[in-house]
């Protein structure tokens, strides 16, 4: 394995990486692998000079989609290995992939898929699917981009949101799960597919999103059992049990866990809160090359 060198894809405005990726560089040096970190749309950024790309910061390629999955192609076509395997990252670029998962038994927050253009108003979407809280998301997205919150009381006025954001794309109206801000909601990390660990994800007061950019909190804590059952069949589900890295997020629902998303192009992964994980993580890559 020595004297192998990947790239570390990453998004301009993180040129050397999120700090949650950066234990990840030492911990391949410690197994002969050098890593650099690359912007993944630089054009100079000589591709074939890696045994393979590990597709980590990209946090833009939603905003680019077309793009980032030519760019995929393209790294491909010279010859050069993506982790994780870029057929993995297609399909798990639209989050209609949930659908998908839900047609192989795998309990999903429910989720109706409006495709663009179509010309349903909010109000009747959502009493169409019988629930007042709704959230509104493009089918493409990520970082809770463009993603918000809606009632059947707040329709009539979300209407022109909801209609600029249908003519944009696919968009993805799910029932507000409130369980996620009365008990939070899990991410299992798992690299090679095997669980590592496992962080338990609460929104800031009043909100009702997670994520730590929007002031969410995240904390390490042991693994329930139910989340590692679920977790096995959910990966199986999506023929990702070999994928190097992986992030199921989801929640407790009456006691079953509820998928809520399934991160395989560029989830963070806690590698600072957890000090074996970067090396858990590096030893899946040297897999992964191997």
């Known amino acids: 394995m020595k004297g192998r060198r990947v790239a570390l894809a990453t998004y301009a405005q993180l040129p050397h990486l999120a700090p949650d990726d950066r234990p990840l560089v030492p911990a391949l040096a ?27 910061s990209c ?44 047609a192989r038994g795998i309990s999903i927050v429910p989720t109706r898929v409006v495709a ?22 493009p089918a493409v997205s990520a970082s809770a981009h463009a993603t918000w919150r809606t009632s059947r009381l707040a329709a009539e006025t979300d209407e022109n949101r909801f209609r600029a954001l249908v003519a944009a794309g696919d968009v993805l109206v799910q029932p507000l799960v409130r369980e996620v801000a009365e008990a939070g909601e899990w991410s299992l990390i798992c690299f090679g597919g095997e669980a590592s660990h496992a962080v338990l994800k609460r929104p800031a007061a009043g909100d009702w999103r997670v994520q730590g950019e929007l002031g969410g909190t995240a904390e390490i804590r042991e693994v329930p059992a139910l989340l590692l059952e ?18 199921v997020d989801g929640c407790l629902v009456d006691g079953r866990f509820v998928l809520m998303e399934l991160e395989l192009i560029e989830p963070q992964l806690y590698l600072g809160l957890e000090p074996h ?6 030893k899946a890559i040297a897999a992964a090359l191997a």
């Open 116 to 137: 663009c253009g179509d010309r349903v108003t909010l109000a009747q979407l959502l009493e169409q699917l019988g629930i007042d809280q709704s959230v509104v998301k």
């Open 230 to 247: 679920s977790a096995d069949r959910i990966l199986a589900a999506a023929r990702a049990e070999g994928s190097t890295y992986a992030r």
């Open 59 to 102: 946090w833009d390629y939603h905003l680019r989609v077309g793009r980032f999955l030519d760019w995929l192609a393209a790294v491909e076509s010279q010859g050069v290995p993506v982790i994780n395997p870029s057929t993995l990252l297609r399909w798990n670029a639209d989050k209609r992939y949930l659908l998908d998962l839900a």
């Open 30 to 56: 410690a197994l002969g692998i050098a890593a650099e970190p690359v912007v993944w749309d630089n054009a100079a950024a000589g591709w074939h000079r890696f045994d393979a790309v590990v597709v980590r």
């Open 277 to 282: 994980a970067a090396g858990r993580f590096a």
